[in-house]
């Protein structure tokens, strides 16, 4: 018997443009589809992966019930036309499922148990909105476990501006103009299209149409636009539908193999998974998870913000970047961080955003070989974040 | 429009609208903007896409808009969820009066479809679901195709129901894949039982450019139109040939028809000569025939019998007049099957697949009975052989199905039906001793094709529980169960019965305990009168054939051989006992059957030399024509006495019966409208059976 640590490398990554949730693109789409077409694609992409050699499809969502339910890794690979063979199983850990889906799958490629995977994550908060018959024990609140704001993500964001008083609402309506700008300047540079695949979306009243773009980007938002919105979860508050990411529905999904694998099948190796980590804090600034992890994980490392030279942060709401920018003095506008724009702008459909982090990380470590190592890291709801570190194969600084 | 136009929208006043609904999509690429035309009714995949006045227009509104634009690249035409479109809407054919309405239907059909194959840009019909006549058609306009292989159905059926596919059909095909090709769909497959082909013989055959998988079948279908439009793909199609080939698949084809129909269904001999002559004709010239086509078929006394049998097979069937509330039925989950004979074995095997529960044959002889499951289980083995099912239900199966020599196996069975020999003696003792071990419960039914089901109950302890069960063989091939209610059988038992019918797919239909039933009584007075003309000295061959004119699917003397002639000699003598007056025995099949002779044909399909000496006697020899019109008049006569009777609730289901239990043909539609369209019924009743268009239900 024996057993081989291996290097894991993020092969491909493919995503549904992301929709708006109720009256958008996919209100009369099923998720699973969603979750099909995007396994469809990534083998179309790959054709040198023979579907037989893939050992698991994980896929995460955070309701999973209906169309996200019946262990939608498994349902979705048989429904993509995978062999009976490959196996697939559901993850859950709200907004970082996507993010799970790969670090799970991706350790047990590390861990010898996998040759190549399929790894993401599916939201369709149009037909499951967030809560969707959740039954929290009456201990939480009887035993004050958690603050009843926890349960609502929003009220967590307000919290957060409470706990870092210098992050005012005009520095975090700044930031979600800037998401805007720089989402739309990645748009017409031709940045964000080569990770979309087009979905075919019915709608009984206008027929058959094609989604072939990101539904959610407002561009020309300014911060006179955001300053006129309403603060849902608090009167005179500080979050706004403009300074956080929407309700959205998409999905994503990535091939992962272990290095030698992807050589052998000549598949490309885009960067490696170093290290991951996930940390807990008080569920009520979920926000500021992505903090703790990231310490968590560099002190494993023995690395600091210094050696990282991109970051890609989920952007639930600009106060949880903030908070994040502010921990490690880095600047509001910081180059390294969300290049192409963030969740503010694209949408963030739960537990498929963390593979759209990986995806576009990726491309910019293709275009920038002098960078060694990147972040991608996102909060998640009940107090939690993650953080997962990668190495660019493109690096020339080493050679 | 034209007022005719106006006119047959009125006619079609209840049509379900598929509409056309426009949008536009940006295809991959950069190949530009197209127009993706989604046809949708509204409704799910149990109520398809179909094309009423209405629908054509709303699809010519969408074509119309697609034609003004000068941005697209190209125009798409989808269907819903697992539908493209199913043909025309016919609910409203009945009520067209005139041949100017009929023209024009057939005509708006054109002059909407042709659009498709005659725009500024390409057009692309990506099928993606089931695609039938009219549907088909609108595919065949367009400049390209592509087909998804989860098409579970896509066919030209209109010849089966008395129509042509005459919204191009005729012309379009042939020349995009040849004259031989198109022929199988438009006459071979429609005379074979309907037939229709799936998503990967249409792209086989040439008929669609492209084949997809249905998971993404759209999005994939676009990225191909996509590289069309940009010039990166180049569809290839094998040239047709016009010459020699083209005449030769015509005369097969009318050799086809002549040999099935003899010439009694107008629309599939139409059908041919529009192929035959589309080789040298204009698009122009060969629409406007169809046009002329349709107008004739549409006010045809055959295709309304035809839309009549297809309501009778597809609606009427599924809700048996007559048959109690479903809920009464009892639960069946063992069968029993008296007797080991090949009856029984064919019981056997269809109750143990249609059920899935666990089937005993018994029999008092080992030998018989090792047989018999033998024969079951080398049946199922040639379904697995051929892939019908897999090993584990080939296993499941066998193990349900076994054998027993005593009846104590059926102690638990809820339903036993017998197969035992055609005696009364001998089915009341198979009965007294099946009532001596199963629940008072249990259904005991019968496979007796002429005795009577009070008597056979008259001495059980409980004599409600008995049914009629009656096959048709072969049991797998025809669908009729005629089920039989003595004068004893409560509603549980008849409940248990029909649902047991559903389960094994059956059509059934209630009969009361007359001689007979239905189907033999008819078949038997039917062949009766054409021996009865054999015995008064005309030559059989002229006989045989003198019925040929109904087109139906084999002629007297070669029913008489498929039943056998002591089967056929024992019917023929309850009946004569039943009804002397009406039922004569002939005499010269007694002779054959005392001869011993099983078969009336020779290998070479002439009249075995030997029955044909037995055929021979009698002075008065008559006409074809004279023979005919005295089997249908009997026909007639009969037919109304057993609805007198109370044999079945209506003519309807007579018809029913004859076409799903001796295949007997759409374009008489069963034969009760037939006898009415050439006046027989009158003549000999005083009325017809129907009042105006025949009706299903």
């Known amino acids: ?399 | 429009m034209s007022s005719a136009i106006e006119q047959a929208r009125e006619l079609f006043s209840d049509e379900v609208v598929t509409k056309a609904i426009s949008r536009d999509v940006e295809l991959p690429y950069g190949a530009g903007t197209a127009v993706l035309i989604t046809l949708d009714n509204g409704h799910d995949h149990t109520k398809p896409n179909t094309f009423g006045p209405g629908g054509l227009l709303s699809l010519d509104e969408a074509i119309e808009a697609a034609r003004a634009r000068t941005d697209i690249v190209a125009v798409a035409v989808t269907g819903k969820p697992f539908i493209f479109a199913v043909g025309a809407d016919l609910t409203g054919v009945p009520a067209i009066q005139n041949r100017e309405q009929a023209h024009a239907i057939g005509k708006l059909g054109h002059d909407v479809f042709r659009k498709l194959g005659e725009m500024h840009v390409p057009t692309f019909a990506l099928v993606n679901g089931a695609a039938m006549g009219g549907g088909v058609e609108v595919a065949l306009h367009c400049t390209y195709r592509t087909v998804s292989s989860g098409v579970p159905a896509f066919s030209l059926p209109e010849t089966f129901l008395g129509l042509v596919p005459g919204w191009g059909g005729t012309y379009l095909l042939p020349h995009l894949i040849g004259a031989e090709k198109a022929l199988k769909i438009i006459i071979d497959n429609p005379l074979a039982q309907n037939k229709v082909i799936k998503g990967r013989q249409v792209f086989e055959m040439g008929i669609a450019d492209a084949l997809f998988e249905p998971a993404d079948f759209v999005e994939e279908s676009l990225r191909w139109a996509a590289k069309v439009v940009k010039g990166e793909i180049t569809v290839e199609r094998p040239e047709v040939d016009k010459g020699e080939a083209w005449d030769n698949a015509v005369n097969m084809a009318r050799f086809t028809v002549e040999g099935k129909l003899h010439g009694a269904a107008p629309a599939p001999v139409r059908a041919v000569e529009l192929v035959a002559e589309a080789k040298n004709r204009t698009r122009d010239e060969g629409f406007a025939a169809e046009d002329e086509a349709l107008a004739d078929l549409i006010l045809s006394d055959e295709l309304k019998a035809g839309l009549y049998a297809f309501d009778l097979v597809q609606k009427r069937a599924k809700r048996p007049a007559g048959a109690p509330d479903k809920s009464l039925a009892r639960k069946v989950t063992k069968v029993g099957v008296v007797g080991a004979g090949l009856m029984a074995g064919q019981l056997a095997l269809l109750f143990a697949r249609r059920l899935d529960v666990p089937v005993v044959m018994t029999d008092l002889d080992q030998e018989r009975l090792d047989k018999g499951v033998s024969y079951v289980h080398g049946e199922i083995d040639k379904l697995l052989g051929k892939g019908r099912i897999n090993g584990d239900k080939a296993n499941r199966l066998k193990a349900q199905v076994t054998g027993s020599l005593t009846k104590d196996a059926f102690s638990d069975a809820d339903f036993v039906i017998e197969a035992v020999f055609e005696k009364m003696e001998v089915k009341k003792q198979v009965f007294a001793e099946v009532e001596a071990v199963v629940s008072p419960e249990a259904v005991l039914a019968t496979n007796t094709s002429s005795l009577s089901i009070t008597e056979m109950a008259s001495e059980l302890k409980h004599p409600e529980r008995v049914v009629g069960f009656h096959f048709f063989n072969p049991v797998a091939v025809l669908p009729l169960l005629e089920i039989v209610r003595g004068e004893k059988t409560d509603d549980a038992a008849l409940a248990t019965a029909f649902a047991t019918a559903r389960k094994l797919k059956k059509t059934a239909v209630l009969c009361k305990d007359a001689p007979a039933f239905v189907v033999n009584r008819l078949l038997t007075l039917f062949m009766g009168e054409v021996l009865g003309a054999v015995g008064e000295g005309t030559e059989p061959e002229v006989a045989d054939r003198a019925v040929a004119p109904l087109g139906l699917p084999m002629s007297p003397l070669m029913l008489l051989q498929l039943v056998g002639p002591a089967v056929a000699l024992h019917v023929s003598e309850t009946l004569h006992e039943a009804f002397p007056d009406r039922f004569a025995v002939s005499d010269q099949l007694r002779e054959i059957v005392k001869a011993g002779k099983t078969a009336i044909f020779a290998p070479d399909f002439t009249i075995d030399p030997e029955v044909r000496k037995l055929f021979s006697g009698g002075d008065e020899p008559s006409e074809e024509s004279r023979i005919l019109d005295r089997a249908l008049r009997a026909l007639a006569r009969e037919i109304r006495i057993m609805l007198d009777e109370g044999v079945v609730a209506e003519a309807a289901d007579i018809d029913l019966c004859l076409i799903t239990g001796a295949g007997w043909p759409f374009h008489t539609g069963g034969i009760t409208p037939y006898l009415d369209k050439v006046g027989v019924s009158t003549e000999v009743n005083g009325k017809p059976f129907h009042e105006g268009a025949p009706k299903a239900l």
């Open chain 1, 1 to 399: 018997m024996s057993r081989t640590a291996r290097d894991v490398v993020f092969v491909d990554g493919v995503r549904t443009p992301f929709g708006k949730s109720g009256k958008g693109l996919y209100a009369e789409t099923r998720a699973d589809d969603l979750v099909v077409r995007v396994i469809r694609e990534l083998m179309r992409r790959n054709p040198g992966l023979p579907a037989e050699r893939i050992d698991e499809v994980a896929i995460a969502a955070t309701t999973q019930i209906g169309d996200q339910g019946l262990t939608i890794g498994r349902s979705a690979a048989i429904l993509a036309g995978l062999p009976r063979s490959v196996p697939g199983y559901a993850i859950d850990r709200m907004c970082a499922g996507a993010l799970t889906a790969v670090t799970t799958s991706g350790a047990g490629i590390a861990f010898g148990a996998y040759d190549v995977v399929i790894a993401g994550g599916v939201e369709h908060m149009g037909r499951h909105p967030m809560g969707e018959g959740v039954d929290p024990n009456p201990r939480f609140l009887s035993e004050k476990l958690v603050d009843p704001s926890a349960l609502v993500m929003g009220n967590t964001a307000e919290n957060l501006h409470d706990r870092y008083p210098t992050i005012t609402k005009e520095r975090a309506d700044a930031y979600a103009v800037r998401s805007q700008e720089k989402v739309a300047k990645a748009y017409a540079d031709g940045k964000i299209q080569p990770d979309l695949v087009e979905v075919l979306v019915r709608s009984l009243e206008k027929g058959y149409g094609l989604a072939t773009q990101d539904e959610p980007p407002r561009p020309g938002t300014t911060m006179e636009t955001l300053a006129g919105l309403k603060t849902p979860f608090r009167a005179h508050g500080n979050v706004t539908a403009g300074n956080a990411a929407g309700l959205n529905d998409g999905a994503t999904g990535a091939i992962l193999a272990a290095e030698d694998v992807a050589r052998e099948l000549g598949l490309t190796s885009r960067m490696r998974l170093v290290d991951f980590s996930f940390a807990g804090v008080e569920p009520e600034v979920m926000g500021v998870g992505p903090v703790p992890a990231t310490e968590k994980l560099f002190a494993r490392q023995g690395i600091s913000m210094d050696d990282i030279g991109l970051i890609e942060i989920n952007e639930a709401f600009a106060v949880q970047v903030l908070a994040f920018l502010e921990h490690f003095g880095l600047a509001d506008d910081d180059p390294r961080v969300n290049p192409w724009g963030g969740a503010i702008a694209l949408g963030h459909p739960l537990a498929s955003s963390g593979v759209r982090l990986m995806m576009q990380l990726a491309r910019q470590f293709a275009e920038r070989p002098d960078v060694r190592y990147g972040l991608t890291t996102m909060c998640v709801g009940m107090g939690m974040g993650g953080t997962v570190l990668w190495e660019n194969t493109e690096y020339e600084g080493g050679k």
